[in-house]
């Protein structure tokens, strides 16, 4: 299936840095990528869609400012996390689908995850 | 907008069948997921249902009925490894994003 790869897989920064998590498409090109925050044993929640050349459209409730998306092309997709706080520490992790014609229609590939922990 | 049910946790013995419920409310349906997350990991895929019905994969089946706004994932031969998180996800009608549930969290005894 389609590998979406995703790093790093654990960060532990100082509260007030930022912190960049970069999410790629290995094998497909994916126009739409999408952003999960997960607190330790809750689901998942959506925060943003990252589109290719275009803005993100965030969820309700999530700062656009504090969590900058940037979709530069078509296999990379990058969530930054300014001026992170003890609050931003949670699970990340992206995921998007392959169009393309040997793709799997709905099916949504996630990346590995990374663990942020900031201090 | 969504809202995605499930239990919290089940318990379930090695060897058995555990069905998992799911039940939603959405603005628009196209579509339900069941994904698999252990502790730490992102999760897998495990079934897609657009349709009413069954879908069975192996020892894995899933169930939809849209008209109840139901649907429920079936593990049978249950192995030590299947204790995970169980995640039904529902897709909007016109949208690309998929909403969670809160996840249900089966523990499999010996």
């Known amino acids: 299936g389609a590998v979406v790869s995703q790093h790093p897989s654990r960060v532990i920064c100082k509260s007030g840095t930022s912190v960049k998590i970069e999410c790629r498409s290995l094998?497909?090109?994916?126009?739409?990528m999408f952003w999960y925050r997960q607190f330790p044993k809750q689901s998942l929640m959506l925060m943003a869609t990252s589109n290719e050349g275009s803005k993100a459209t965030y969820e309700q409730g999530v700062e656009k400012d504090k969590f900058l998306i940037n979709h530069a092309s078509l296999t990379l997709s990058t969530l930054t996390v300014t001026s992170a706080h003890p609050e931003d520490s949670s699970f990340y992790i992206c995921?998007?689908?392959?169009?393309?014609?040997?793709?799997?229609?709905?099916?949504?590939?996630f990346g590995s995850g990374t663990q942020l922990s900031v201090l | 907008g969504q809202n995605i049910d499930q239990p919290t946790e089940m318990t379930a013995t090695e060897g058995a069948i555990v069905q998992i419920n799911c039940t939603y409310q959405?603005?628009?349906?196209?579509?339900l997921f069941w994904y698999q997350q252990h502790a730490g990991e992102a999760p897998t895929f495990l079934s897609y249902?657009?349709?009413?019905g069954l879908e069975e994969k192996g020892r894995f089946s899933s169930f939809l009925s849209r008209s109840k706004g139901y649907s429920y994932l079936l593990l049978k031969e249950l192995q030590m490894k299947d204790s995970a998180s169980y995640l039904c996800?529902?897709?909007?009608?016109?949208?690309?994003?998929?909403?969670f549930g809160t996840g249900t969290r089966l523990t499999i005894i010996p």
């Open positions: 959405t603005s628009g349906f196209n579509g």
């Open positions: 094998d497909f090109q994916a126009t739409t």
């Open positions: 995921s998007a689908r392959d169009r393309s014609p040997r793709g799997q229609g709905e099916k949504l590939f």
């Open positions: 996800a529902v897709k909007g009608f016109g949208n690309e994003k998929l909403t």
């Open positions: 249902n657009v349709l009413d």
